[in-house]
């Protein structure tokens, strides 16, 4: 036998070769075999000769691997060195992942395998945008013990386009991006300037991306507008974070291919739960119903909950259109009165949508409980549901305040909605026990006028019925979670980890002062957290303790590893309940289907591996979508602010840093900045650990969740910021308001002896 026939042969031995058998026509090792044969060769391997040592001949399939093969380099698998020979990451030492950058020009690399963030000084940033997928080698440690990365190879550029200000000085064109995270300019040669004149607002294409000598080169594609006209504000955070908008060719074509309606026939070999009277319960404004309810007692008081969730995974198949357009989104990105959706909407408002009295594929979770809230047992079904009504979160609770005519129009689902309230409380009531965390939190939305501009910013109340559906969801979503670490699928875990060290640390010791202990020594848990919350009640801080401790805690992510939810205080805890706009939902439903299909573990499409490049790009999108719509928030905001300039409102203290003071104003719900050198005439210290300003001189103290009454002296939409001063400190000779509180040092600090630290 031939080498070339004895290796191919070899490969055909690929624990994965049905896979790859199913998804193409002429099948080629896969990714993991592929890894596994260049660990076993042990060292860095020429195309050519990998090639060979796969034992593949067919030029299409040679050409099929070259396509694999640079896939496996974007996604950071593989590596070429510097004489073009692939190479193991890992036996080369360097780390991938997503850099985040800052203004400042500093960037850090988030790897995919959710280790230690790396720093990337400034000048390893010269050739970097914000987003771009690198490999980095660690190369030293800093003064904060963080590791310093040395830049290695670009995998993949993220930036495409680029908003910002064009400008023309001394015969130099350049776009300035709105987007502060890409703090390079981007030079526009004389012919590629696009008729912009000085001033606009453009949108620049990269032609040029950075090197370590030269600044990024682009031409004016689009000339927006010279100023913010009503809706430029979601264009302008759309392309400042490189949000994809438009539908690549193809993908609305394969969504609309799949009808309008689901077939009787659909229900061949899933359980049919079109009799039961399950429910959807969403915000008035809402477009798309991704979950729908049903709940009924059964023998010795206990509940039997059923949550059904759309089957995005019977529409959107691996290696599909649809699936490369909604991994590359990632989430839906919801702003003030439109959203940029995951899905196209003939899905995600269409098919998988659980709209009333029309058949719809779901995912079924069905759930026992008993007297008590405590889950008994679970399963899992691919179903077929028919929601019987389409409810609003204000509907359900007038319904349980007793609405007569409400409760007279909605008769048929009744029982159903009264059966989930009971078994709410009963889940708040456990949710209680085991000591999650329930902070209060004021959330906002926009009133606009005809003209598109804000006419009110008001608070929305939430109420059982907001939280009866939470606590559904997350029963789903741990079962879930539960299910598939029991069948050990690879999968992403919606992970949120207890408090650093550090933190913990400075915590105590503000807690200390306030006369208040967190239990759990150096590693405190959920329940401790909560009982501090419960300690604090009714004091007159209570809203600055739980802010302390608030930020005191990580930031949720998605991972492969299951290190469990701190904050809920549940061990296991994924995204089962959002695949309309959630890609980890969308895998979290494959992972089941496998399970439930009994399918080969050695044929499931993913590996953990996957799960953590997957996981770390899931994550990028979710910041990335939350920074893009705090973006056009604070646009808004600034907007509707511009003609306050010179009124004065009571405030709240919300952040305190080193430069000033945030201060949200309570009439408004919008926050500025009063910079340090706005406050009453001394020179303030800022103290971290205690979360003040402190003047040297007088001992004013302003603290976090502090009263201030400011003036708003300019804003600028520009860059999104809004400037304050104290309102009082003319008046009074600098005492600040009610936050301007004398300290030891000061004459009223040492007369009355009182302070609160």
Known sequence: MTKENSNKTRWKDDPKAGREARRYE????????????????????????????????????????????????????????????????????????????????????????????????????????????VAVRVVDIDRRNRPVGSLARILSRNTEDLVGRYFEESGISFVVP???????????????????????????????????????????????????????????AVHSHGLP????????????????????????????????????????????????????RTENDGFRLLVAIADVAEYVQPDSALDAEAFRRGTSVYFPGTVIPMLPEVLSNGLCSLNPDVNRLTMVCELFFDENGKVKSSRFHEGIIRSHARLTYNKVWAMLQGDKELRREYEHVLGNVENLHDLFRKLLSRRHQRGAIDFETVETKFLFDDFGKIERIVPTERNDAHRLIEECMIAANVATGEFLAKHRMPTLYRVHEGPEQEKVTDLREFLGK???????????????????????????????????LLRSLKQAMYSPKNVGHFGLSHDTYLHFTSPIRRYPDLLVHRALKHVLRKEPEDEYAYGFKDMERIGGHCSSTERRADEATRDAADTLKCEFMQSRVGEEYEGMIVGVTS?????????VYIEGLVHVTSLPNDYYKFDAAGHRMVGERSGRVFRLTDSLKVRVVRVDPDERKIDLEPAEAEADGGRGGDGGRKGPKGRKGRKKGKRRD
């Open 26 to 133: 002429k099948p080629i090792p896969s990714r993991e075999y592929i890894l596994k044969c260049m660990e076993e060769l042990g060292e860095p391997q020429a195309f050519e000769d990998l090639t060979e040592e796969l034992g593949l001949i067919d030029p299409e399939e040679v050409e099929a691997l070259t396509f694999r093969i640079r896939a496996m380099i974007r996604d950071g698998q593989i590596i070429t060195n510097r004489r073009g020979a692939l190479c193991l990451v890992d036996r080369v030492g360097l780390v991938t992942g997503i850099v985040t950058a800052h203004k400042d020009g500093f960037g850090f690399c988030i790897p995919d395998d959710g280790q230690e963030d790396v720093f990337l000084p400034p000048r390893e940033m010269r050739e970097i945008m914000h987003g771009d997928r």
């Open 514 to 548: 306030l006369g208040l202990k967190l239990g759990g020594g150096e590693s405190p848990e959920p329940k401790h957290y909560a009982q501090v919350l419960r300690d604090a009640q009714g004091r007159e801080d209570d809203t600055l303790i739980q802010t302390v």
């Open 659 to 667: 430069f000033g003071l945030f201060v949200k104003l309570k009439e």
């Open 245 to 296: 908008r438009e539908w690549p060719d193809g993908v609305e074509a394969e969504a609309k291919s799949f009808g309008e309606s689901v077939p009787d026939s659909a229900a061949e070999g899933r359980k049919d739960f079109r009799d039961v009277p399950l429910i959807t319960i969403d915000d008035e404004t809402a477009m798309d119903f991704d979950d729908a309810v049903f709940c009924e």
């Open 178 to 236: 709105d987007n502060s995270r890409y703090n390079q300019d981007i030079f526009v040669p004389p012919e590629k300037r696009g008729g912009a004149k000085h001033g606009q607002i453009v949108r620049v294409i990269l032609e040029m991306y950075p090197s370590r000598r030269n600044q990024p080169i682009g031409r004016v594609d689009k000339i927006l507008g010279d100023h913010r006209d009503p809706g430029m504000e979601i264009d302008i």
